[in-house]
């Protein structure tokens, strides 16, 4: 059956004379389903590479929760096998699987404001105890490997990053370039996002807001609207997240 309707969107921007391209992932990342089109799945994004150049400049714009855990993967690998240079920009939150999504960039830019989340894997599960036994030990393969993409860019060793991802809670921008989980914070202001690092506060235009205290870190759970709904997103059973 012909898939029409389009459950998760993304917007994809070409300019192919200025060979500028760019993806915002505004959504939860998810596959096709049986009778919808997923615009934040590999297949999604695999056809929209095709369209862009190997010499060109590609900008992935996130504001996501997160979702599947084996799409966002391929989503990494694809990024990764791309040639053009890209460039992961955080407009709004990279939380769960979309920050994974971010590690795949050349270059990683999280905008002032924005946070991220990083933590262990989740899923539905029935069964008897046997079965049960069998997912976690599944979540843990699926952990053991989803922390080999962050530990090829991250300052913290495996220890450190389990240790983080246990705690499950939200992080700052200037918390996130701590931990290696980006390479710059860079403004909200209408800017190339390939130049260099922000100027210093002495260079900073006239007008420009002071710097305030750095965002505390909230724990997942006290926000009312901080994570959504994921069994809205969820199709069946063994599904990661």
């Known amino acids: 059956m012909e898939q ?17 391209y760019k993806l915002y992932i505004n959504d939860v990342i998810e596959g096709d389903g ?14 929209k590479l095709s369209e862009v150049p190997e010499d060109a400049t590609l900008e992935i714009h996130i504001n996501s929760d997160g979702g599947d855990v084996y799409e966002a993967t391929a989503i990494y ?9 890209k460039v992961g920009i955080v407009d709004g939150h990279a939380f769960s ?21 990083v ?31 962050f530990l090829q860019k991250c300052k913290l060793s495996e220890d450190e990053l389990m240790k983080l991802m246990d705690e499950d ?27 260099g690092p922000e100027e210093s506060p002495e260079e900073e235009p006239e007008g420009s807001p002071e710097e305030g205290p750095e965002p505390e870190e909230v724990p997942v759970g006290a926000p009312a609207q901080t994570r959504k709904d994921w069994s809205a997103a969820a199709k069946y059973f063994k599904k990661f997240y």
């Open 169 to 195: 809670k939200i992080i700052s921008a200037e918390k996130a370039l701590e931990y290696g989980f980006t390479d710059r914070i860079g403004s909200n202001t209408a800017e190339d996002p390939e130049e």
């Open 4 to 20: 029409k309707n389009r459950r998760f969107n993304c917007l994809f921007q070409k300019d192919d004379e200025a060979k500028s």
């Open 34 to 47: 049986w009778y919808t089109k997923s615009e934040t799945g590999a297949n999604y994004f695999a056809d």
């Open 119 to 149: 933590h262990n894997a989740w899923t539905f599960a029935i069964g008897n105890a046997k079965e049960l036994r069998k997912v976690a030990d599944d979540l843990d393969t699926v952990m053991e490997s989803n922390r080999k993409l």
């Open 77 to 85: 690998n694809l990024l990764k096998q791309h040639k053009a240079t």
């Open 97 to 117: 699987a979309a920050a994974f999504i971010l590690q795949a960039c050349d270059e990683r830019v999280m905008l002032d404001g924005t946070t991220m989340l």
